[in-house]
C-alpha cells in the first residue's frame, strides 16, 4: 500500500522531506504540493521529477481528494491553521515543530484531535528517533549511572539568517531540547529561568547570544543549556547526564579520526541537515508505516502542547529574568496509548 502525500511549504526542510520520502524512503508517494511561493514549489516537482499537482494554497491541498496524509512544513506560524483544517476532513498530519506557535494554539490542536477519536497528529521532534539519544535513554533506564541528578547541553548553530527573532532561540531552536529532555528523562518541567551571559560580537544587534537556559523538573533534575546560534566553528549539539554513580554523554557523530600534519582530528558538522540526516528517514518512515495501520507512533499533539507551555514560560523567564513556573494539566487519557516505545 502506498501513501498519497500532500507537502505544504517546500523551503529547506520541506524539499529535505520531499526528497527523502520520493528516494530513499518506502511507502509514500508526493502526490500534492503548495507554498506561498509558488516557483519554489514548482521547481522541486521539476528537479524530482514528481507526478504532484501544485496547488494555490494549503487548504485546497488538504481537501483535495487524492490527499490521504499532509506534511506540514512551512513556516511555525502557519502549522496551527492547516493542522487544524487537517484534523476537520480526518487526515493524518505530520507537522514540523512547532505545532503551533503558542500553547493556546497548540491547546486548540489537543482538543480538535480528541473530539475525532482518532490519532492524526505527529509533530516533528526528530531527536526521539537519533540513535544517539536513544542509546543515551538506554542507557539512563539500565540504572548503569543510578538516578539523574543534573543534564548539561549545549544547542550551536554556526550563524542564523537576518530574519532570525530573539524568541526563535526558544521557539525554533531550543523547542527541540524541550522536546528531547523530558522524553529523555520521563519527567516534566517545573520551573525555568533565563540568564544573558556576556554578548558575542558575531550576533545581530537585535538578538542577544548566547542564553543560559536552568530548568528544573518534577523530580528535582536541574539541566543547565547553553543556546548559541552564533557560535561560528560548527553545528554542535550536546548532552551530558550526571547521575547518582556515573556520567553519560550522548555520543558524537561518527567521523574519521585523522592523524596528519602533526595533529589528531575529527570534523565537527555544520548543518543541522546533516547532523540528524538518519534522525529524519526514521522518523518519517514511521510516520509512513504507522498512518498506513491508522496509528500515530511518534511525537504526538500533547507533546508539541507540553513543549509550548514550556516555550511559553522560556519566553516570560527570557523577558524578566525571573524563575518562571511551568505548570500542565495531567495528560489525557487519549493521549496515553501513543507512548513510545524505544528499541
Ligand atoms: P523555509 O523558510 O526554508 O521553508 C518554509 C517554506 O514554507 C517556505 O518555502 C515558505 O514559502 C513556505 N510557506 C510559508 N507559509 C506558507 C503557507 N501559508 N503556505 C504554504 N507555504 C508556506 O523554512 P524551513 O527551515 O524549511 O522550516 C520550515 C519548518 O520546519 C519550520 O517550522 C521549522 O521550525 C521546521 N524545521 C524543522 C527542523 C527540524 O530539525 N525538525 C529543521 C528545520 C526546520
Ligand atoms: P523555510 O523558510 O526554508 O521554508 C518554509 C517554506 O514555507 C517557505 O518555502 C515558505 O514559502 C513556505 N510557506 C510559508 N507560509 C506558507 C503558507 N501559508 N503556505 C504554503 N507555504 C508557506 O523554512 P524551513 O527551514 O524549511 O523550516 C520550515 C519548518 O520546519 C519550520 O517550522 C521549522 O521550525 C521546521 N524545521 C525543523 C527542523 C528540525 O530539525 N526538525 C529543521 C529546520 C526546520
Ligand atoms: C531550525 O529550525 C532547527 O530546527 C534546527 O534543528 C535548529 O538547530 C535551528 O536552530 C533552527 O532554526
Redesign the pocket.
Known sequence: MVLKIGV?????????HIRRITNKLSGGKIVAV????KE??KAIVETQNLDAKIYD??HELIKADDVEAIV????????E??VLAAIEVGKPVF????LAITAEGCKKIVEAEIATGKSLVQV????RYDTGYRALKNVIESGKIGEPLIVHCAHRNPTVPD?YTGDMAI??TF??EIDVLRWLLNDDYVSVQIVAPRKTSNALEHLQDPLIVLLETKQGIRINAEIFVNCQYGYDIQCQVVGETGIANLPEPSSVVLRSEAKLSTEILVD??DR?IDS?DTELQDWINSTLKGEVNGPTAWDGYVAAVTSDACLEAKESGNIVPISLEERPEFYNKNLIVVE
Do not use: L
Not at 8 to 16: H, S, V
Not at 72 to 79: F, I, L, N
Open positions: 505544504i511549504g517546500t523551503g529547506a526542510i520541506g524539499q529535505d503548495t507554498d506561498v511561493n519554489q514549489a494554497d494549503g506540514v512544513t512551512s513556516w511555525g506560524p502557519t502549522h491553521e492547516f507537522c514540523e515543530k512547532p516533528g521532534y526528530m531527536r530574519t521557539v525554533d523547542i527541540h543541522w541537515k540528524f529524519y
